[in-house]
């Protein structure tokens, strides 16, 4: 038995409490930083003063997945989340904000002023790498949700992370204030660790919404089968996150990066494992989702 | 009783924290062991396994703070790292009830099919994550495991941890834990 193999639970459980059922690492109890409401209230006056529309939600997002770090790591991240909660709205916006991140003025919108703010805030401290890396996920966000259906000539095949937001994995490393070296980042453990812990998150959501729902994963099932194969794909993919994040203290030894450098990389290696379950529990606290809980 | 025996050993865990050599100690210090050692073992900190060591580590934190660190600074030097290791889990009743905890996390975290013994495989996770030389472990593991089945039982792992860190004997297999003195 793996340890996302608790027991298969009966149909009739709606499909969080499956999930959760299912998945041992999704069971418990998902810790929230013990100054969460200082975090909220914080981002909310952040968000009014930004012009954008606050989101407790995006804070306690935050504040789970960084459960244990200082609160200025928290805050920063609540930021971002709360931005980016108002960027999946008006997908649009994408296409400003790149300038802004390409060293372009702000226009008068809220979502680009924001943006400049946090990138401003944030984009000095890393290296040209990061900035490439995160601007990359930005431009790939932009195609998967303003033209879901195409993908330009000679491009890599889309992948459901692309449209859930590859950046905001970009975005612990600032928010912690690390920078994870060149070789681990580029190792295809770490690509593997990202790309993973991004689709286990958007399939919970698939599997949280349940029949019906079109987000970033095709479904082209009935809908009795449907939902048993969303849950089997979570438990699959968290077997092949766990399977990635083992393989990285090996990565670390094998390049000879130092052991504060391997700190760095396990401090960001950690917030990926922790994503996924921070992102459930955020689903089901989202009023969209909240009857199902 | 050698007391230089266990302060050396006490510099050598507080150097398993003091990862950039300052002589000073945070919370995020101890903590980012505790994400070595998960990631090393691919457990989520959010799992029961995962939380168990994380609160371990907290409390840890919680217990040598609340000792030694007078002035609230949330920095703990090498020193006060001594004093209050020794006050609290040495001379101190507080190992069983603090301290032991997170090393059972941490055995359990090594035993990863549950049949209560430790192969020499997760135990170099674990180890590396301290940062023990990998030519270490090797010796090392042959010396904790006394009867040579090749395995370490998790009840032997958690009374090596307690040697390590409270015994002032020289002869304890647990002084071996970390590689040689």
Redesign the interface.
């Known amino acids: 038995m793996t340890?996302t193999e608790v027991h298969r639970p009966p149909h009739a459980v709606p499909p969080p409490a499956r999930l959760a059922e299912r998945l041992?690492?999704?069971?418990?109890p998902?810790?929230v930083h013990p100054s969460i409401h200082l975090v909220e209230a914080a981002t909310s006056d952040w968000a009014r003063t930004s012009g954008l529309d606050p989101d407790p939600a995006a804070a306690r997002l935050a504040g789970r997945a960084f459960?244990?770090?200082?609160t200025g790591a928290v805050t920063r991240l609540a930021r971002w989340l709360t931005w980016m909660s108002c960027l999946r709205r008006t997908p649009e916006a994408l296409t400003p904000v790149l300038a802004v991140a390409a060293g372009g003025e702000p226009g008068r919108a809220p979502l680009e002023r924001a943006f400049s703010g946090l990138w401003t805030a944030c984009a000095p401290e890393m290296g040209d790498a990061w900035r490439e890396r995160f601007t990359a996920g930005l431009a790939a966000q932009r195609e998967a949700l303003l033209s879901p259906g195409t993908t330009s000539a000679g491009d890599r095949t889309r992948s459901p992370v692309d449209a859930f937001g590859r950046y905001l994995f970009d975005l612990v490393e600032p928010c912690l204030g690390v920078e994870v070296p060149a070789p681990v980042w580029r190792s295809t453990h770490w690509r593997a660790l990202v790309e993973v812990s991004g689709e286990v998150a958007a399939r919970c959501e698939e599997a949280v919404a349940g029949p019906g729902h079109t987000g970033a994963i095709s479904v082209e099932r009935s809908n009795s089968g449907a939902e048993e194969w969303k849950i089997d794909g979570v438990a699959t993919r968290m077997e092949e996150?766990?399977?990635?994040?083992?393989a990285?203290?090996?990565l670390v030894?094998r390049h000879d990066l130092g052991?504060?450098a391997?700190?760095e990389a396990?401090?960001v290696?950690?917030a990926f494992?922790?994503i996924?379950?921070?992102y459930l529990e955020w689903l089901l606290e989202t009023p969209r989702y909240r009857h199902l809980a | 009783m050698s007391t230089t025996l266990l302060n050396h050993k006490l510099d050598r865990a507080f150097g398993h924290m003091d990862?950039?050599g300052d002589g000073s100690i945070e919370r995020?210090d101890l903590?980012?062991l505790g994400?070595?050692i998960?990631?090393?073992?691919?457990?989520?900190?959010?799992?029961?396994a995962?939380?168990r060591l994380?609160q371990g580590f907290?409390e840890i934190w919680r217990t040598l703070a609340a000792e030694i660190d007078t002035d609230g600074d949330g920095v703990i030097s090498s020193e006060e790292f001594r004093a209050g290791m020794t006050s609290a889990f040495v001379e101190g009743d507080r190992f069983d009830t603090v301290f032991a905890p997170a090393a059972e996390a941490l055995a359990g975290l090594c035993d990863t099919d549950g049949d209560g013994a430790v192969g020499p495989d997760e135990f170099w996770?674990m180890m590396?994550?301290f940062?023990t030389p990998?030519e270490d472990v090797r010796a090392t593991f042959e010396r904790l495991d006394g009867d040579g089945d090749g395995v370490v039982s998790v009840g032997e792992l958690v009374e090596a941890t307690r040697q390590f860190y409270t015994s002032a004997d020289p002869d304890v297999v647990g002084n071996w834990l970390f590689g040689p003195l």
């Open positions: 340890r041992a690492a999704l069971a418990m998902c810790p459960a244990r770090c200082e996150l766990w399977t990635a994040a083992r990285i203290p090996a030894e052991f504060t391997g700190r396990t401090r290696a950690c494992l922790t996924p379950r921070a | 990862v950039d995020e903590l980012g994400a070595r998960l990631v090393g073992f691919g457990e989520a900190p959010t799992s029961h995962g939380s994380a907290e996770i590396a994550a940062g990998r």
